[in-house]
């Protein structure tokens, strides 16, 4: 199911933990399996608890934990807009909206072009610049409607942002 | 050791000691939902949330260990404003449906609502609701109602050792579930809706069925394993309506198996009895209990009249009671039949005279869970007993090591070294074993073996355990002969885990065709229950058993029946009787009736009847009182139960709890190899939910009969599709086919106890494969 590359990756992180903590290399695992793959799917997740020797509940609750593993098909670029604390009281819903307007999609949905998926995170660390979302490995902060603009421009002309 | 204070009251505990531990031990209540004292300390509710002197935040109870000077407070101000803020935060999404939640009225929620909740509350926004997930036939889920106390889910890791359940999401969009539909594995799952504390998990077969404070509660045993456990029998009228575990520490703890918390289901069977029934003419009719019981004598006294009574043999399930158990075996001799027998799955009896008294664990069930070393010789637990499997599975937590030996890789809930005899080759296993551990063999030659050995060797007086299952093989006799030897040879000491409720009360009340009451050996033996079905019996007495499904050779059983001349069938339910008997008697089922068991580790206990009989059905006891009386035997002059059971402790005395494992071994007569050189090895035993008449009625346990083969096998028969045909030397069955990498090559697992799988007769038989002949249409597109 995965290709040999990331088997080996996941049996390197496999190796810095102790033989009874195999649970330890989850999030890596997944993170691997998630870059080769696009998104987990079930079928992906159960894999890698067979791989782990863990129950597969326990692949499903990390999965479903945190906001970085994508259990869906997701667009190229996914705008992980931040909806926490700061973020918000800086704007973020408006931030969220004009996105929502100029792509024609909702919350954890994708454009049919394939181009873009919608995503609100928790708190990524950089309040200083709120409101503030990311793309692939890219901060993008103090936004407004017209730098989010040129942000979609950029990644619309082709700009590879992401993974 | 710290001293404390709470509320007032001092205490001097040990160090470690939880504040919520300390409190219980003053009998100071502190509301709870999370904590559980069988489950690690979670303390994600926060409804404990206790007042500490110097501690400038309220404390969670069930996660804060004593110090020393401790002033603790649980009903301060401070404590109550916390109690009430958390039970208000707990309500903001929690439906307050309980009018139509089947926990209301037994619902922790509710009553700490009750208790120590603020009335009003601050939430008017919308409540968030959780998606359900149909988790199978036995628990129902509502999860917009859980509060995330993550018992279910400590309880599937930490005891039922799968993990099945789990919170997936996070913050407001965390949720119990399995995530991927699907339902739960474990055969501990019921006691999840005992633990959840709220009606997120009920019993669904129980469903809107009754309120709690409807039930009556009686105490009962369950009568579908050896381990023995404590029930609570709660019943609305003439209606079994659930069983739940009644706390045992010394025997099931807190738990009871789904086994037997569901079996009840089959109460409601249509083939139920409750009313006598004669053949007249070779049609089935209703009679008064008069007409059968001069029927029942009539045929009985002709057929001994006919043949002798040397040609009577008597059947009955180890699920009776020492009373039905004592007063069938003195039926049986008093008409002079030695033919008496229990032991309907067994197929080499040669090992007779050196069967223990009774089967006994030898020590308390409490005590395996502290075992380091213990050798498991055909034996899975986690099936047959699952309560006593999870002693077992304590002491491998503990660090303990189990052993296991069996004919194919077993799926046990907690690591176990496994040593898998090749096809047939079980007893060469035992062999190969015993040489390694005299030192006889090649050290290198057989890896895991040597392991084993030395690890035996090691452990200082391990604990070596006979398994239900063993006596099932055909040379079951020269096996248990060889673990003697091996229990000699590593310095062990053995204990048998019997199969059934009353296995052991069964070979203490006589019921074995070599030996009396008390174990006292019979002058003149009888037959055992395989060989019956092909000693031409003309008569045959059945009490509570189903020789068609519970005897290792269903069709040879079934064969024998119908060909004898008068068939009794004392019995619950008429299905199979129907096809034999002459007479039947319907008697008492489950909950119906008292009496007493003897479990595994000699344990004598009681239970009595939670409901009436149905309609005319009689106390077996009764109805064997009535027959020995009227055949005019004596020793059957009994008007209450109580004497029977005095009777019966006067017939086997004061048995010791700890017996003898083997007594002298005669000289075994050899039997064929079971395997030939081609063809494949059949493996198999009862299911789990398959082992008596009664829960093979329970419609939500039942599990359809599959056979199993390794994938390689199976492309090496090239058999593709999935079903199969299996033929033996005495029949042909066919079945859907699972592939399954834990069942050897040169083997195919067929479950015994089913219908469907009878015709194949014993086990270890050998038998061919192929692929099941497509229906025509099918075939010649
Ligand atoms: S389902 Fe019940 S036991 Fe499980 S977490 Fe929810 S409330 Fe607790
Ligand atoms: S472990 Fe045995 S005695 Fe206990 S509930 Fe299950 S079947 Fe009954
Ligand atoms: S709140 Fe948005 S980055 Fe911290
Ligand atoms: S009982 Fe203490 S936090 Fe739940």
């Known amino acids: 199911m995965l290709s040999e590359k990331s088997l080996a990756e996941i049996a390197r992180e496999r190796a810095k933990y102790p033989a009874d903590q195999a649970r330890s290399a989850l999030l890596a695992a997944l993170r691997i399996a998630q870059e080769e793959q696009g998104y987990l799917s079930d079928a992906v997740m159960e894999y890698v608890a067979d791989l782990l020797g863990i129950p597969a509940i326990q692949v499903y609750e990390v999965a479903t934990f945190y906001s970085m593993y994508d259990l869906q098909p997701v667009g190229r670029h996914k705008l992980c807009v931040c909806g926490s604390v700061s973020c918000f009281l800086n704007g973020s819903d408006a931030i969220l909206q004009h996105l929502s307007e100029r792509l024609g999609v909702g919350l954890g949905e994708t454009t049919a072009d394939g181009l873009f998926t919608l995503q609100e995170v928790e708190c990524l660390g950089a309040c200083k610049d709120a409101p503030m979302l990311q793309v692939g490995d890219h901060y993008y902060g103090n936004l407004t409607p017209e730098s989010l603009d040129a942000l979609l421009a950029e990644l619309r002309g082709g700009a590879d942002d992401v993974r | ?781």
């Not at chain 2, 009553?111 to 036939?137: L, Q």
């Not at chain 2, 009360?505 to 079905?533: E, F, K």
């Not at chain 2, 033929?727 to 479950?751: A, E, F, N, Y």
């Open chain 2, 1 to 781: 050791m710290p001293h404390i204070e709470i509320d007032g009251q001092a205490i001097e505990v040990a160090p470690g000691t939880t504040i919520m531990e300390a409190a219980e031990s003053l009998g100071i209540y502190i509301p709870f939902f999370c904590y559980h004292p069988k489950l690690s300390v979670a303390a994600n509710c926060r409804m404990c949330l206790v007042d500490v002197e110097k501690a400038p935040k309220p404390l969670p109870a069930c996660a804060t260990p004593v110090a020393d000077g401790m002033k603790v407070a649980t009903a301060s101000r401070k404590a109550k404003m916390a109690q009430q803020g958390v039970l208000e935060f707990l309500l903001i999404n929690h439906p307050l449906d309980c009018p139509i939640c089947d926990q209301g009225g037994e619902c922790p929620l509710q009553d700490i609502t009750m208790g120590f909740a603020n009335p009003h509350s601050h939430y008017t926004e919308e409540k968030r609701v959780v998606e359900d997930k149909n988790i199978g036939p036995l628990i129902a889920t509502e999860m917009t109602r859980c509060i995330q106390c993550t018992r279910c889910v400590r309880f599937g890791q930490e005891i039922g050792g799968i993990m099945e359940l789990g919170a997936t999401g996070r913050g407001e969009h965390m949720a119990i579930g399995t995530y991927v539909a699907k339902a739960v594995q474990s055969e501990l799952s019921g006691n999840m809706i005992d633990l959840c504390p709220v009606g997120a998990l009920t019993s669904k077969p129980f469903r809107y069925k009754a309120r709690s404070w409807e039930l009556k509660h009686t105490p009962g045993l369950c009568p579908h394993c050896s381990t023995g456990c404590n029930t609570d029998v709660q019943s609305l009228g003439r209606e079994v309506l659930r069983v739940l575990p009644r706390a045992n520490q010394a025997v099931n703890e807190d738990w009871i198996c789904d086994k037997g918390r569901y079996a009840y289901t089959g109460l409601q069977a249509e083939d139920r009895v409750t009313q006598p029934l004669l053949r007249v003419d070779g049609v089935w009719c209703e009679a008064s209990w008069a007409e059968a019981l001069d029927a029942a004598l009539s045929g009985l006294e002709q057929m001994i009249a006919r043949h002798g009574a040397g040609r009577l043999a008597g059947l009955i399930s180890a699920q009776s009671s020492n009373e039905e158990l004592l007063l069938f075996q003195a039926l049986l001799r008093g008409l002079g039949s030695p033919h008496v027998d229990h032991r309907l799955r067994q197929q080499d009896f040669r090992a007779d005279a050196a069967m223990p008294t009774y089967p006994a664990l030898n020590m308390a069930l409490e005590d395996l869970e502290r075992e380091p070393v213990v050798l498991l010789c055909h034996a899975f637990p986690r099936q047959q007993q699952p309560l006593t499997n999870h002693r077992l599975r304590k002491s491998v937590l503990q660090g303990g090591k189990v052993i296991a030996i069996d004919s194919l890789r077993r799926d046990f809930n907690y690591p176990v070294t496994q040593l898998v005899a090749d096809a047939g080759a079980d007893l060469a296993l035992y062999e190969a074993l015993c040489s390694q551990l005299s030192g006889h063999a090649e050290k290198a030659d057989a890896v895991p073996l040597a392991h084993v050995a030395s690890d035996l060797l090691a452990a200082d007086n391990p604990l070596i355990l006979i398994g239900s299952a063993l006596l099932h093989h055909p040379q079951a006799a020269a096996m248990i002969a060889q673990i003697e030897t091996l229990a000699e040879l590593a310095g062990g000491r053995v204990g048998w885990l019997a199969q059934e409720a009353n296995s052991a009360g069964a070979w203490l009340s006589g019921c074995v065709p070599h030996r009396l009451p008390g174990g006292h050996t019979a002058p003149a033996p009888g037959l055992p229950a395989d060989a019956l079905w092909d000693a031409d019996m003309r008569g045959f007495v059945l009490l509570g058993t189903e020789p068609g499904v519970d005897a290792m050779r269903g069709a040879a059983a079934l064969a024998a029946l119908q060909k004898a001349e008068f068939v009794l069938s004392i019995t619950q339910f008429a299905g199979e009787a129907k096809q034999y008997a002459d007479v039947i008697l319907p008697m008492a089922a489950f909950a119906e009736g008292s009496g007493s068991f003897v479990n595994n580790e000699g344990r004598l206990q009681s239970f009595r009847a939670a409901v009436k009989m149905p309609g005319e059905a009689r106390p077996a006891w009764k109805i064997l009182r009535v027959l020995g009386d009227g055949l005019k035997l004596s020793g059957f002059q009994f008007n209450e139960l109580s004497e029977v059971t005095a009777a019966w402790q006067h017939a086997i005395g004061d048995y010791a709890l700890d017996v003898p494992p083997f007594h002298a071994f005669p000289t075994l007569e050899p039997v064929p190899e079971p395997m030939s050189a081609d063809g494949l090895c059949r493996l198999g035993d009862w299911s789990i939910y398959q082992g008596d008449p009664l829960v093979r009625r329970a419609a939500p346990l039942a599990q359809p009969a599959v056979a199993k083969m390794h994938p390689d096998q199976a492309k090496a028969l090239a058999l593709r599709g999935d079903s199969v045909e299996i033929s033996s030397h005495c029949g042909k069955i066919s079945l859907p086919l699972v592939l399954d990498v834990r069942i050897p090559m040169g083997t195919v697992w067929v479950p015994a106890g089913y219908n469907e799988t009878a015709a194949l007769g014993a086990t270890y038989a050998t038998c061919a494969v192929t692929m099941a002949t497509l229906p025509a249409v099918a075939a010649s597109a």
